[in-house]
């Protein structure tokens, strides 16, 4: 247990906010958008370069998020004993499972049979906290070794395939699964390489240490977050490894680009981690001192994370279901009984889009703002860090 114990450090909060806010726009993007197709979105040759941006700049979500809850897992940790965290963290992660399996998955489909149940990123955020409840207890250095090893490592299964193996899935391979009841299991987000970016934010908790000085820290990540970029176009650029679809050269030139930067995300693959995380460094080395009412207003989402991703889907979900059945559409095309929704001509054009989720935002963040206050001012409460 560490006794140096440094404050709250608000730039987490701040990007941990910032994602969050994003993530609601992927959100809204996808029951709002005029068109109901999820993954077609960032093809060279049929996107629009706003759309495909809208969808690309959200990639930093889940990576990040990940990432900086090893951080405060760590920092966490400074309170409490090698072995008091590992139970907190295994109790965490069996929660969020939990909870992906019941509360978030009806969020999803809106369907009272559950005809489906999604492993997507709240599952594997809590799978990986009870990996990580492993790996508090080695050597520091042996966690950043684990951690590249499923980063840079983990292409190499890309032609290791199973079939129908859930087992396989969990690992390393989305999947769809027949289950009990006929009911469908949607493996979205496999354990790796996502393990090794909670481990790996973990490892780089200690640089938040009191002992440890600001400016070293900001050189240190910076450095990391440009090299990151930079090992990102030169092992892209080569098309050899890293990730499953290569790039290639269009007729034009932003189609060119949008093929260069379109990596993958399930599972996500090493250039995506890359061009993802290389933004945390960069960004958590450069804004510490910054203080600002923008920056507040970020931090409040970043403070209650769960509380806010629970309240964004439903507050999402119910203002499509309102919207639909007041255009003519129907409320019921917002229940879902598979995992690819079609809205039936439902939806706006992007700009509009964009609207909505600045509305939601903007609804959603008193709500965030009083429960903050709430989850500050009772801090005996132990239920409170589970929201």
């Keep these: 247990m560490n006794t140096l114990i440094k404050p709250r450090i608000e730039s987490i909060d701040l990007l941990k906010g910032i994602v969050m806010v994003l993530m609601a726009l992927d959100?809204?993007?996808d029951y709002f958008y005029q068109t109901g197709a999820f993954y077609d979105i960032t093809n060279p040759a049929t996107a629009s370069v706003p759309l495909y941006v809208t969808r690309w700049i959200t990639h930093f979500c889940a990576p990040v998020f990940s990432f900086l809850a090893g951080i405060s897992a760590y920092m966490s940790g400074r309170k409490k004993t090698k072995a008091?965290?590992?139970?907190?963290?295994?109790?965490?992660?069996?929660?969020?499972?939990?909870?992906?399996?019941?509360?978030?998955s009806f969020a999803w489909y809106l369907d009272v049979q559950f005809s489906n149940f999604d492993l997507a990123v709240i599952w594997v955020l809590g799978a990986s906290m009870i990996f990580l409840a492993g790996f508090v207890h080695l050597p520091n250095f042996l966690i950043l070794v684990i951690s590249c090893i499923l980063i840079f490592g983990h292409n190499l299964l890309d032609q290791i395939h199973f079939e129908r193996s859930i087992l396989w899935s969990l690992v390393h391979e989305t999947g769809s699964f027949k289950i009990a009841g006929g009911r469908t299991l949607n493996l979205v987000y496999p354990i790796i390489p996502w393990a090794g970016v909670m481990a790996l934010g973990y490892y780089f908790g200690q640089f938040y240490d009191i002992s440890i000085i600001s400016e070293k820290r900001k050189g240190l990540f910076n450095l990391i977050g440009i090299a990151c970029i930079l090992l990102f176009l030169l092992i892209r650029f080569t098309n050899l490894y890293g990730d499953p679809a290569s790039w290639k050269y269009y007729e034009t030139t932003s189609q060119t680009v949008m093929s260069f930067m379109n990596v993958n995300k399930y599972p996500p693959s090493l250039l995506y981690l890359l061009a993802t995380l290389s933004g945390a460094f960069i960004f958590l080395a450069n804004s510490e001192k910054w203080r600002a009412k923008l920056v507040d207003f970020f931090c409040v989402f970043g403070r209650?994370?769960?509380?806010?991703?629970?309240?964004?889907?439903?507050?999402?979900?119910?203002?499509?279901?309102?919207?639909a059945?007041?255009?003519?559409?129907?409320?019921?095309?917002?229940?879902?009984?598979?995992?690819?929704?079609?809205?039936?001509?439902?939806?706006?054009?992007l700009p509009v889009?964009?609207?909505?989720?600045?509305s939601i935002i903007l609804i959603l963040y008193p709500i965030c703002k009083k429960f903050d206050a709430y989850k500050r001012s009772h801090k005996e409460n132990w239920w409170l860090s589970y929201l």
């Design 353 to 358: 889009v964009y609207l909505i989720w600045i």
């Design 84 to 104: 008091d965290l590992s139970v907190f963290l295994i109790k965490r992660g069996l929660w969020l499972i939990v909870m992906e399996l019941t509360i978030i």
């Design 304 to 323: 209650v994370p769960f509380f806010y991703y629970i309240l964004h889907l439903y507050f999402i979900r119910i203002l499509a279901m309102i919207v």
């Design 27 to 29: 959100h809204t993007r």
């Design 325 to 349: 059945e007041l255009t003519g559409f129907g409320w019921d095309i917002m229940v879902q009984t598979s995992f690819d929704i079609d809205l039936h001509g439902f939806g706006f054009s």
